[in-house]
C-alpha cells in the first residue's frame, strides 16, 4: 500500500512540474484567421475569444478575474504588470508608450516620427519574448484632441502604419494595431487607407456594442477588438458638459447594463473578436464611482453579472439594490428639483437646455439624508460621504483624487443621516456605500448644490479640464 501511495504522490508530481514546466515555457504565436466570413484570433491553433477587462496601471485582484472567466488584460507596457498577470492565467493587450498630438506630437515631423519609432522598438525588443504577451497597440485614441477647434494630423494614420511595419519586422508573433474612439465611419476609412500594415483596429465604444461593431465592420474589413466598453461615459452630453455634474446610476443599475452589454458582446462573435471591460479597479472620474467594477477593491455586483455570462465561478449571493439618497429638510420634507444650476450662465440657449435640474442647498445649512436598501441584513454596514461634485480630469490622465470634505456628516442613525451643507458655493456629491461580508459593496450618490451658482462659478469649475489647441513641440 504505502509502495502504491508512493507512486502515485511521485505520479501527481510529474504531472505539477510538467504543468509548471509549459506553462513558464510556452511562446504562444497569436494570429487572426479568416473562418467562414468571419475573423477569430487563433493562440497557436486555439480559437482565443477575449473575455478581458482594461486594468492600465495596476493588476488588481488577477485571481478573482479569472476566476469569473477572465482570459486577458488591457496594461500599459511594463514587464511586472505583464507577468503578474500572466502568472494569474491572464494574457496582455500592451499599450505601447507612444505620444499624442493633444500632448504635443507634431505627426508632421520626421525626427518626432522617428524618435517615437525608436522608443517603440525598445519596448517592443524587451517585451516581446514574455509568454504573457498577447498584442500590441500603438497607443488609444490618437485621432481625440479635447478642443472643438483643432482637427487632428492627417499624417498621423501613415506615421502609425510606419511604426507598426516596424514592429512587425521585428515581432512577427504578436498582432499590432491601435485603439480609435467610437466607430466614426470617415475616420476608420482613412485609417483602412493610410494603414495596410496593421493587424487589427481596437474600438472604444460606450454605447450599445452591436450597433458600433456593425458600423466599424461596415468600413474596415480586417478584424476589430472592442478595446473599450462598458457603461454610458459621463460625456454623454457632450465634450463641453465635463464641466457640469453628471447623474450617476447606481452600482445595481450598472451590473444590469455590463450584463446586458457583455451578452452582447458574446453574441456578436461574427463582429468582433472579443473585448475589454472598463474598469477593473478604481478610476477617479466625474466621481470616485462611475467605472469601477471594484470599489476600494472590493467587488460590486457588476463582476457578478461578467461571471454569469462568462460561466465563470463566483459567489453565488443576492444583489445589493441602493437607491439614490434622499435629500430632505429636517422637517422630513423631501427636496426638489430646482432650477438649471446654470441658468445664470451665458451658455447659448440650446446647451443649458441639456443641462440637469439639480437639488439647491443652502451654504452650511442641515439637512437630512435617506436611503432605501434590499438585500441588505444586519451584517450591512453603511458608510457615508461628501465630495466635491466634478473632480479633475484632463483627458487620458484621470486623476487618482476627488476631494473628500471632512467633518459634514453630523449623525447616522440605520440608513439615515443628517449632514452639513459645504459652505463654499458649488457642485456636491453625497455618496452612500454598503458593504456586505469581506467582499461585496454597493453605492450611490445624489447630486446637489450649495448656494447659487454664478458665472465665475462655471469659470472655475472649468479649469481642471483641458480645451485648448494643443501646443506642438518643435520640429528640429
Not at 467562414?36 to 493562440?43: A, E, F, M
Not at 498577447?134 to 485614441?141: H, I, P, T
Not at 446610476?249 to 468582433?272: Q, V, Y
Request: proline share 4%; hydrophobic share 35%.
Amino acid at each position: 500500500m504505502k509502495k502504491l501511495l508512493k507512486t502515485y504522490f511521485i505520479f501527481v508530481l510529474v504531472i505539477f512540474t510538467a504543468g509548471l514546466y509549459l506553462h513558464f515555457n510556452e511562446d504562444p504565436n497569436w494570429a487572426f484567421v479568416n473562418e467562414k466570413g468571419s475573423w477569430v484570433l487563433k493562440k497557436d491553433s486555439e480559437t482565443f475569444f477575449i473575455r478581458g477587462a482594461v486594468m492600465h496601471h495596476k493588476i488588481s485582484r488577477p485571481e478573482l478575474f479569472e476566476k469569473i472567466g477572465g482570459n486577458a488584460v488591457r496594461v500599459q507596457a511594463d514587464l511586472e504588470l505583464i507577468s503578474e498577470a500572466y502568472d494569474n492565467g491572464l494574457y496582455s493587450f500592451v499599450n505601447l508608450p507612444i505620444m499624442y498630438q493633444r500632448d504635443g506630437m507634431d505627426w508632421s515631423c520626421e525626427s518626432q516620427v522617428e524618435a517615437q519609432e525608436k522608443k517603440i522598438i525598445e519596448v517592443v525588443k524587451k517585451l516581446k519574448g514574455h509568454p504573457g504577451v498577447m498584442m500590441w497597440s500603438l497607443g488609444n485614441e490618437h485621432g481625440i484632441i479635447p478642443s472643438n477647434d483643432y482637427k487632428y494630423d492627417s499624417n498621423t494614420w501613415k506615421s502609425l502604419d510606419r511604426i507598426s511595419r516596424s514592429v512587425k519586422s521585428i515581432d512577427p508573433s504578436h498582432p499590432i494595431g491601435f485603439c480609435v474612439g467610437g466607430s466614426d465611419s470617415e475616420k476608420l476609412s482613412e485609417i483602412a487607407e493610410d494603414c495596410g500594415n496593421l493587424d487589427f483596429i481596437g474600438i472604444n465604444t460606450y454605447g450599445g456594442l452591436k450597433e458600433a461593431l456593425s458600423e466599424a465592420k461596415s468600413v474596415w474589413k480586417k478584424p476589430i477588438v472592442c478595446t473599450e466598453w462598458g457603461i454610458k461615459g459621463w460625456w454623454g452630453q457632450g465634450w463641453q458638459a465635463h464641466w457640469l455634474v453628471i447623474e450617476e446610476t447606481t452600482s445595481f443599475e450598472k451590473s444590469k447594463l455590463i450584463e446586458e452589454r457583455c451578452r452582447e458582446l458574446e453574441d456578436g462573435k461574427d463582429l468582433c473578436v472579443g473585448g475589454f471591460a472598463f474598469y477593473w479597479g478604481d478610476r477617479a472620474e466625474q466621481s470616485t464611482t462611475w467605472w469601477g467594477l471594484l470599489h476600494d477593491n472590493l467587488s460590486t455586483d457588476s463582476v457578478g453579472s461578467l461571471a454569469s455570462v462568462w460561466n465563470g465561478v463566483y459567489a453565488d449571493r443576492s444583489p445589493l439594490k441602493l437607491d439614490r439618497p434622499v435629500i430632505k429638510d429636517l422637517n422630513g420634507i423631501a427636496l426638489k428639483e430646482g432650477e438649471l444650476y446654470a441658468t445664470t450662465w451665458d451658455a447659448p440657449e440650446d446647451f443649458r437646455a441639456r443641462e440637469r435640474p439639480t437639488l439647491a442647498l443652502d451654504e452650511g445649512r442641515v439637512y437630512e439624508a435617506s436611503v432605501f436598501l434590499d438585500g441588505v441584513d444586519h451584517e450591512t454596514i453603511l458608510n457615508w460621504e461628501i465630495r466635491e461634485g466634478t473632480g479633475v480630469m484632463v483627458y487620458s490622465n484621470s486623476k487618482d483624487e476627488i476631494r473628500l470634505l471632512e467633518d459634514l456628516i453630523l449623525t447616522q442613525e440605520g440608513s439615515r443621516i443628517t449632514f452639513k451643507a459645504p459652505k463654499d458655493t458649488g457642485v456636491y456629491r453625497l455618496y452612500v456605500f454598503a458593504k456586505k461580508g469581506d467582499d461585496h459593496i454597493a453605492y450611490a450618490n445624489e447630486v446637489f448644490t450649495a448656494g447659487r451658482l454664478a458665472h465665475e462659478d462655471r469659470e472655475r469649475l472649468s479649469e481642471p479640464y483641458e480645451t485648448n489647441p494643443p501646443v506642438l513641440l518643435p520640429c528640429d
